[in-house]
């Protein structure tokens, strides 16, 4: 019954995908028929027993970068610091003394989109602001995934102001190295997020998303921006300052 049920199952995606039900199963246009498949026919995943899968193995890539930093491993508070046109996500956790330190620094795979916030549902824009991680998916189509709390209270605010309704949502960091509007970053490092996020506790993470690094270099801002992106690469600009510049 169970073979059966499996053909029928693999029976649906392609008819699916011949009668134009691709973008319906798929609506980032990002996952493949395999990536779906796998996730449909594959077991289902706690994330105890993703932790179980390669939390020994991401806990002694991670540890040594931690000891570097002088930093307890697992640490009290985590933050994600990234940048788009470097295309740059780092790593900081907070010291003993309450003292941010930067522990790695991991290249993003792919990232869609160009420099300035996501407006609306569909314009394949990574967002920026400050974050707050809202869940673990230890079954994403991407690996594993920690989901952002996209659109935040300060979209939602701008959207109302603008007349924006559809403002987007599931934007995640997530493993493989391809994506609509999230932070891909190979399945190796979404593993070592992922894990980290479970221990410390998603309420302890944070994740800062910026054009670039305000603490480099001056931001000439696009002319094409929404009036409202001062305000919120001045909230960036001062989210930035909390975290000393590393390699």
């Known amino acids: 019954m169970r073979k059966l049920a499996q053909i029928s199952f693999l029976s649906s995606i392609f008819f699916a995908l011949i009668s134009g039900g691709f973008f319906l199963l798929f609506p980032d246009k990002a996952a493949t028929v395999m990536d779906y498949v796998k996730l449909k026919t594959g077991g289902k995943y706690s994330v105890a027993q993703r932790l179980e899968q390669f939390g020994t193995a991401a806990a002694s890539r991670l540890a040594p970068h931690f000891q570097q930093a002088g930093v307890a491993f697992p640490p009290p508070a985590i933050t994600l610091l990234a940048f788009k046109d470097s295309k740059r996500l780092e790593l900081y956790a907070r010291d003993p003394q309450g003292t941010w330190q930067q522990v790695r620094t991991y290249p993003i795979q792919a990232a869609s989109g160009v420099l300035g916030p996501k407006r609306r549902e569909g314009d394949r824009q990574v967002p920026e602001g400050i974050y707050a991680i809202e869940s673990l998916n230890p079954n994403s189509l991407f690996h594993v995934s920690l989901r952002l709390n996209y659109p935040n209270a300060f979209d939602q605010q701008m959207g109302l102001a603008d007349g924006r309704e559809a403002l987007g949502s599931d934007i ?39 054009p670039t690094d305000f603490r480099h270099k001056p931001f000439a801002q696009p002319t094409s921006l929404p009036w409202w992106a001062g305000d919120l690469y001045t909230a960036l600009r001062t989210e930035l300052s909390h975290y000393p510049l590393g390699n």
């Open 172 to 210: 995640m960091i997530h493993g493989k190295a391809k994506s609509i509007g999230c932070l891909a970053m190979g399945d190796e490092v979404a593993e070592e997020l992922f894990a980290l996020a479970a221990w410390v506790g998603k309420e302890n993470m944070r994740v800062a998303i910026a």
